[in-house]
């Protein structure tokens, strides 16, 4: 067990309306679950509650894809309409823990406000079978979105094989890219809720590398190391061509390791996605929901 976040465990993608973003992300080769609405308490103490949002998501062998948005307006969003507010697009970072308790102790030594673990759980599938549960540790009022450290509790439920075979072959989520105007700022969050050292970016700017361990983001994740670039605006055009930033700070992207060399990823976007350096496929934000994701041999 540790103290510190383990791995990217997944991101997430709000967009106002589930329905398109869904369609979207299914044009790109990805296998959905079915809808979840979500329930949580809003303190550690209080009632368990439905929220006004609800998911479908993308598993892969190690991490996923979540796509976010209200599917019952007028109740609780977990400030999803403050996120939506500002753009459509990746809004959600969240890094693997395998103990939340020493890691509350963890952040609270370090002088973080943090009422305690905060609960969350959806059905699976349907809204009387079994309920996935998660233990999360959110930043408080992080203005790069919801950065936080998630541990599930059942994962079986949730990454189940047949949601975890896609058409274009992404097996692992690698990287996530955030612009930021104060990016010493955005690193030091990023770093202080990891626990984890920065060093430079080769782009300029901070990168946070978190270690891996077998099983850290998917009950048959392997252990592999995966990474968090933050990035001056400035420097984003190197790590992710083209993409315009809407809103600082703005989490731009993310990048997808293939099993297959990007063999499938190549046919399924052909001419939806920009070729990049090392065989590496982008889809734009235009065609992702918001959120450039880059398809990586």
């Not at 979840?36 to 998501?57: I, V």
């Not at 190690?62 to 977990?78: K, R």
């Not at 612009?179 to 969050?189: N, Q, T, W």
């Not at 001419?271 to 350096?277: D, I, M, S, T, V």
Request: hydrophobic share 45%; with cysteine; aromatic share 6%.
């Amino acid at each position: 067990m540790s103290a510190t976040a383990l791995a990217l465990d997944h991101v997430g993608v709000c967009n106002r309306d589930l329905a398109p973003m869904a369609a979207a992300y299914e044009a790109l080769g990805f296998t959905l679950t079915p809808i979840a609405q979500q329930s949580g308490r809003r303190t550690p103490e209080g009632p368990l509650e439905r929220f006004a949002t609800g998911n479908r998501c993308a598993f892969l062998r190690h991490g996923y894809i979540e796509l976010l948005a209200i599917l019952e307006p007028g109740l609780f969003d977990n400030r999803l309409g403050e996120f939506l507010a500002r753009y459509e697009g990746l809004h959600i970072l969240a890094l693997a823990m395998d103990d939340a308790e020493a890691n509350l102790a963890r952040l609270r030594r370090g002088g973080l406000a943090i009422p305690g673990v905060a609960p969350l759980e959806r059905p699976v599938e349907g809204p009387d079978g079994p309920r996935a549960r998660f233990s999360r540790l959110p930043f408080p009022d992080a203005p790069e979105g919801r950065i936080q450290l998630v541990q599930h509790h059942t994962p079986e439920l949730v990454w189940q094989e047949r949601w975890m075979t896609h058409a274009n072959a992404a097996e692992a989520l690698e990287e996530v890219v955030l612009a930021s105007a104060a990016p010493a700022e955005s690193a030091a969050r990023l770093s202080r809720l990891a626990g984890l050292p920065l060093e430079p970016d080769p782009a300029g700017g901070y990168l946070l590398r978190l270690p891996g361990g077998e099983g850290a983001a998917g009950p048959r994740a392997p252990a592999m190391e995966t990474r968090v670039r933050i990035l001056p605006p400035e420097a984003l055009g190197e790590a992710l061509p083209g993409v315009a930033v809407p809103s600082l700070p703005f989490l731009a992207g993310f990048v997808l390791r293939t099993g297959d060399g990007n063999a499938a990823a190549g046919r399924l976007l052909a001419g939806k996605a920009r070729a990049l350096p090392g065989g590496r496929l982008m889809v734009p934000p235009a065609l992702a929901a918001g959120a450039a994701v880059v398809f990586a041999p």
